[in-house]
């Protein structure tokens, strides 16, 4: 059977060139598809969204941390700032037709785990990085830092309520639908599969490198209301005196659950805060994170099914990243924009 693409036929009116309505499905409805398919309605292109409601997805458990200094030698990402300009445009329409906020600017704590952290933390980009602490001052507002801490510019996105947002607008429509994929029934409709991890079991997409990583997160009472993280983080809930701390990595058995065992690696990473005793303790969740083995995104049309393309991969850098990436998407289908090459699947072969 050939399996015709729905591509790039345009009008011309007044002078202006605007391409003709397509038929999208997106399937999956994390934070992913929630974007997804909030943009291209944006657009005015026709969207259907199924969601199964799976377990252990990782946007409805993700504490939406969007941090500007990443990973030991505290990089800034090369696309950070093109990331959070996207995510502003983004979210600020959202938040200014709902009357609900979805994007918290924060200033986050990043404690130091060595001289050598401390020395680089002051030769970042100053856009972001607001002042250094020394140990003294770290103490004084209740962390534990021998070498300091630097304070920085950095954003909580609450994704399970802009999820659920998300989800009442195209349930009001009509237009959200509690159920697996069929073939079957959306011939003829460009299909985007926003299925987080499970991607790596996708008839269509399981060639794709997939790296899933399970994490878990923990909400505690505490009597700490600051931002902070050392790697793992502890970040106050926006409307109650609780916070959120974590998260693992644990790329077996990754849908075992909660465990002990990670919230016991939770407890000895943050020994920058007071010990959280085993009352404190409010909820236990865990979630897949979507990674992939070169920490890129998968974005991209499949080599033959020409009306097939998927919308995943994003990992721990889903908040950061996937508005951004959702406007490059949108626009290579719809205006047939290329994709960044480090984002395009065609970057590998089956």
């Known amino acids: ?34 974007v997804l398919s909030q943009l291209l309605n944006e657009m005015q ?31 800034v990402p090369e696309d950070f700032s093109l990331c959070m300009s996207e995510n502003q445009k983004f979210f600020k329409k959202r938040e200014e037709i709902c009357g609900q906020n979805f994007l918290e600017r924060i200033n986050l704590h990043r404690v130091f785990g060595s001289r050598i952290q401390r020395e680089r933390w002051d030769q970042l980009n100053d856009l972001y990085r607001i002042k250094t602490l020394t140990m003294a001052e770290c103490s004084q507002i209740g962390i534990h830092a ?36 069929d073939p079957d029934k959306w011939k003829g409709w460009e299909v985007i599969f926003c299925d987080g991890f499970r991607g790596a079991q996708n008839q269509w997409f399981n060639y794709l490198p997939f790296s899933p990583a399970q994490g878990d997160v923990l909400t505690v009472k505490t009597e700490i209301h600051l931002n ?14 609780n916070a959120r701390i974590g998260s693992t990595w644990k790329h077996t058995n990754i849908e075992s659950g909660p465990t002990l065992a990670s919230m016991e690696e939770i407890f000895s990473k943050i020994d920058y805060l007071p010990k959280i005793e085993e009352n404190q303790i409010i909820t236990h969740e865990s979630g897949v994170r979507s990674s ?40 290579n289908l719809i205006k047939g924009t290329p994709l960044p090459e480090k984002k395009d699947i065609q970057r590998f072969s089956q």
């Not at 591509?7 to 002078?15: D, E, H, I, K, Y």
């Not at 969207?47 to 409805?60: F, I, K, Q, T």
Request: net charge positive; aromatic share 10%.
């Open 146 to 181: 021998p070498y300091g801490a630097g304070q920085s510019n950095a954003w909580k996105l609450e994704s399970l309520p802009f999820i659920q947002y998300s989800k009442t607008l195209f349930q009001s429509e009509g237009n959200y639908q509690i159920a697996p994929f």
């Open 45 to 75: 292109q026709p969207v259907v969204v199924l969601d199964a409601e799976m377990a252990d997805s990782a946007s409805r458990v993700s504490a939406g941390l969007i941090n500007p200094f990443i990973g030991p030698k505290l990089n």
């Open 292 to 331: 992939t083995s070169d920490r890129q995104p998968f974005l991209g049309t499949h080599p033959e099914m020409k009306n097939y393309h998927i919308f995943n991969g994003f990992g721990s850098r889903g908040c950061t990243t996937i508005a951004l990436s959702a406007r490059q998407l949108a626009a």
């Open 228 to 241: 902070i993280s050392n790697g793992t983080w502890h970040l106050r809930e926006s409307k109650s005196e």
């Open 1 to 34: 059977m050939i399996v015709v693409q729905l591509r790039l036929p345009t009008n011309s009116m007044n002078g202006q060139t605007h391409p003709l309505k397509q038929k999208f499905v997106i399937v999956g409805h994390g934070l992913a598809g929630a």
